[in-house]
């Protein structure tokens, strides 16, 4: 029931000490009570969530409920359908691969029913970025799309790109053309059609810079040499299509023509300069004079073992054949794998093969053959000789070819093997792994020259087990694949040995004989891995069916601010059975309202509403409490009376009370004056006379 209480005081208050005369009003509606005999009928089925977005083949659970004339909730059992998609007789929506929207609906007793809205997630449009860009010819641009769906999020999209004025790839990358203009890239949705376009626009940029190729070089009197000039823009990018003209700093020295063509005129150098749009580079000429026509080198053929070495000479010489002197020659090798050579024209054999070793001067070469062969193997020595190792572990074995003096010789390929595989195994850098208990024979051979080793293989006996994981929990019902792992003393794993298992409490948990292990009800058991005398264990801990859900009651409530409220909560599994002995803790939306301590009693604080939330293990419900104000019995204005003269004030001040006369706080009190002309109050009880003479009532409501 709710009753609301009207309650006004008039004080009066006169002038030349007049009585004073209050007046107080009370009023009070007539409380409605609701009783049993005509009991509430649900008029509305709801539908929660009402509306929602969902990709294709996405899943929502949607719930139900009813809701009275008087705007009361109630449970019902309704039966569901869909206009697309599928849904479960308990709500479970499942939906379909289109993107089209669906309707789901919630029908109680065939006739009333209640919908929720579902937006299928679907692509409205995609955008190419940059919308605009601005290349020069030839060169590229980078365009990425993404798609803008009816929700207003964006995601990736599979697209293909077609474009003009140059081309375009699968990828995005645009490639400008040579002819500068407008031009467009279109992207387009592989499914669908839909598509958007990108302006881009192939403009000729200013020639910043210009490289000359190559930037020096000599030629002979009469001799020619070609130049290269490149304009480029401000990143360094190569500019086709621009006109370059040539100069020379010293025309008697060199001439260029129109093309680039340097001629040698006279011995010098000469600096030729090529000129694009302003900008400028250079490249110096030297011209010389004599020059060699041809170099000859000695012995032109020899053969030297790896190791070895071998002196060359070379001889510059003119178109006539005279040798000349004094002139530089540079050495250089073929392959430096094969064969070395030093400024001096020393060579030096490195690896087998051949070389051709090449003298230069003044860009005339000549060459030599150089024929580099390896000192022929003569024994390989395998070390150690006859290691022994533990089934399942290695050694590692050293073969080393030897010449006829028994030097080492390094570089050479060898090969391994073994003479019983199923005893020890052998790979190509001569690690040996033992297979089986016995003896094997391995050989390393080398250019066709062996050497072995002796080795013994032994078992390695279980020095401990290792269960994994060591430690597991279930329900009843559930599995769990435990492991065990045979170790030796050095703690290496052991393959191939036997294991059994067992468990110390088979009413708890049971293992077969692959190690799976399955709850049987509530407790530990401890499970055992034996091998070969030796055992480890792991705990299995089955654990209590979880909670599911929690139900809070009374579901809403009202309550007056200092009085309590005891709410309960009730623990579910996911099957609806009530599940006791569960730990339950409290909270509240808003503890100035209402606060609720460990055990589920609620206190009012404030007027208003809080929702009161009980969880257990994850698992939460509700409950919404209403706070009111305990309502205003009485109103006591004191002083009573006061007189004033012309501009004096006095100071009221007001109890409020409720109907067992406690005292109320924090309440609004409104002044107001009968005769403001003869004296006014403010809203704090300050009352000022502004007149001489008269009366008035101040009162405090």
Known sequence: MTFKHKLSCRLALLKDALPLLAL?????????????????????????????????????????????????????????????????????????????????????????????????????????????????????????????????????????????????????????????????????????????????????????????????AAVLVGGIVQLTATPKDANGNPLAGRTVAWSSGATGVASVDANGLVKGVGAGTATITATSEGKSAIATITVSSVPVKSVVVTPSTATVLAGGMVQLSATPKDSAGNALTGRTVAWSSSATSVATVDANGLVKGVG???????????????????????????????????????????????????????????????????????????????????????????????????????????????????????????????????????????????????????????????????????????????????????????????????????????????????????????????AGGTLTGRTVTWASSNANVASVNTSGLVTGKAAGSATITATSEGKSATATVTVTLVPVASVVVSPTTATLPVGGTVQLAVTLKDSAANLLTGRSVTWASSAPTVATVSQAGLVTDVADGGATTITAT
Request: with cysteine.
């Open 24 to 216: 107080v009003a009370l009023g009070c509606e007539k409380p409605v009570a609701l009783t049993d005999s005509n009991p509430a009928t649900v008029t509305q089925v709801v539908v929660s969530p009402d509306s929602i977005d969902l990709d294709p083949l996405q899943t929502q659970q949607f719930t139900a409920f009813g809701r009275t004339a008087t705007g009361d909730s109630m449970p019902i059992t309704a039966s569901w359908s869909a206009s697309a998609g599928t849904i479960t007789p308990l709500g479970y929506y499942v939906a379909d691969s289109s993107e089209t929207d669906a309707v789901v609906t919630a029908t109680l007793d065939g006739s009333l029913t209640g919908n929720a809205r579902i937006r299928k997630r679907r692509i409205v449009a995609i955008v190419v970025s940059p919308q605009a860009a601005v290349v020069a010819p030839g060169q590229t641009q980078q365009f990425t799309t993404y798609a803008r769906r009816n929700t207003g999020d964006s995601v990736s999209v599979a697209v293909s790109y077609t474009a003009t004025g140059g081309t375009m790839s699968p990828g995005g990358m645009y490639t400008a053309g040579q002819t500068p203009g407008s031009y467009r890239v279109i992207a387009t949705r592989t499914r669908g059609g839909l598509a958007d376009t990108a302006a881009i626009t192939v403009m000729s940029l200013p020639v910043a810079s210009v490289a000359v190729t190559p930037p020096a």
């Open 352 to 574: 087998a093969g051949s070389a051709t070793i090449t003298a230069t001067s003044e860009g005339k070469s000549g060459t030599a053959t150089i024929t580099v062969t390896l000192v022929p193997v003569a024994s390989v020595q395998v070390a150690p000789a006859s290691p022994t190792v533990l089934l399942g572990q290695t050694v590692p074995l050293i073969a080393t070819p030897k010449d006829s003096a028994g030097n080492p010789l390094t570089g050479r390929v060898g090969t391994w093997s073994s003479s019983a595989t199923g005893v020890a195994t052998v790979d190509v850098n001569g690690l040996v792994k033992g297979a089986g208990p016995g003896t094997a024979t391995i050989t390393a051979t080398c250019e066709g020259k062996s050497g072995t080793a002796t080795v013994t293989v032994s078992n390695v006996p279980v020095a401990s087990v290792v269960v994994t994981p060591a430690t597991a929990s279930m329900f009843p019902g559930g599995t769990a694949q435990l492991t065990a792992t045979p170790m030796d003393s050095a703690g290496n794993a052991l393959t191939g040995r036997t294991v059994a298992w067992s468990s110390n409490a088979t009413s708890v948990a049971t293992i077969d004989a692959n190690g799976s292990v399955k709850g049987v009800a509530a407790g530990s058991a401890t499970i055992t891995a034996t091998s070969e005398g030796k055992s480890a264990t792991a705990t299995i801990t089955v654990r209590l069916v979880p909670v599911a859900s929690v139900q809070v009651s009374p579901a809403t409530a009202g309550i007056r601010v200092g009085q309590t409220l005891q709410l309960s909560a009730t623990t579910k599994d996911s």
